[in-house]
């Protein structure tokens, strides 16, 4: 597979960000399910890589880099993850400015993308140097398992096979369940919440301190009264 080079993604040529569309003005996803998934993934990703301050994870932003001609293109991944560069929020993501491909990418499959995800994005990504990357058809409709992986090796993707896939990159376990995509760490051993799961564990966890607190206190009242009766019936005696 032809690679792409290094002075080729980063020409100094590229016209201004402020100049380049962040949008084509298409759907973010092509269905609820896919776009649920692609908020999953990203949003259990970032809250996972939240302590670390040099990897970006993000996803439907335009992608800006050069071909192998010099030509100006972009691609939108639903997922991207990037080790390596500063967390920030971005307006697009230009490789002639970051000077690092994403080196993990997902792509929400269907019957209509799938020709494209695995024809010119697999092309794409593997000369741009992406690790990994992982297609996932929601609705199983695309290929069975609706999971499928890709390791870079040599420039070229060599496929993984199985519906437990582990991400050397990422440090996870990329997971079908029941049709479901998931992510797993097995250090924890648990699965990856989204942003609004995380904040629904962290408010029942706040609560039950909060309760804990509230007996404790009372308890420590009570001591303190049945302390202060038997001062008083000592005093009587």
């Known amino acids: 597979m032809a690679t792409t080079s290094a002075q080729t993604i980063y020409s100094s040529n590229l016209r201004t960000e402020a100049r380049l569309p962040e949008s084509d003005g298409k759907p973010m996803a092509e269905t609820d399910l896919h776009r649920n998934v692609m908020v999953y993934v990203i949003e259990a990703l970032q ?5 670390e301050h040099d990897v970006y994870v993000s996803g439907n932003i ?10 100006l ?13 500063a967390k ?9 400015v970051e000077r690092k491909a994403p080196d993990v990418v997902f792509e929400l499959t269907s019957p209509s993308t799938k020709m494209e995800d695995l024809g010119n994005k697999r ?23 609706a999971l499928r992986g890709f390791r870079l090796e040599n420039g070229d993707y060599l496929a993984v096979v199985g519906t437990r896939m582990y ?19 097995r250090k924890k051993k648990e699965y990856l919440r989204s942003y609004k799961e995380s904040e629904a564990a962290r408010r029942t966890a706040e609560a039950a301190r909060q309760v804990a607190e509230a007996r404790a206190s009372a308890a420590e009242m009570e001591l303190e009264r049945l302390r202060a009766e038997l001062a008083k019936l000592q005093d009587k005696t």
């Not at 809250?47 to 302590?51: N, S």
């Not at 335009?62 to 030509?71: I, T, V």
């Not at 092309?123 to 398992?145: C, N, T």
């Open 47 to 51: 809250e996972h890589f939240l302590p």
């Open 73 to 85: 293109k972009s691609v939108s991944p639903d997922v991207l993850v990037v080790n390596g560069v």
């Open 167 to 185: 991400s050397e990159v990422l440090g996870l376990e990329i997971r079908l369940e029941e049709g479901k995509l998931l992510l797993y760490d």
């Open 62 to 71: 335009f992608m800006y880099y050069r071909d192998e001609d010099g030509e």
């Open 88 to 96: 920030k929020e971005r307006r697009i993501y230009n490789l002639e």
């Open 123 to 145: 092309f794409i990504y593997a000369s741009l140097g992406v690790k990994e990357y992982y297609l996932f058809d929601p609705f199983g409709e695309a290929f069975r398992p």
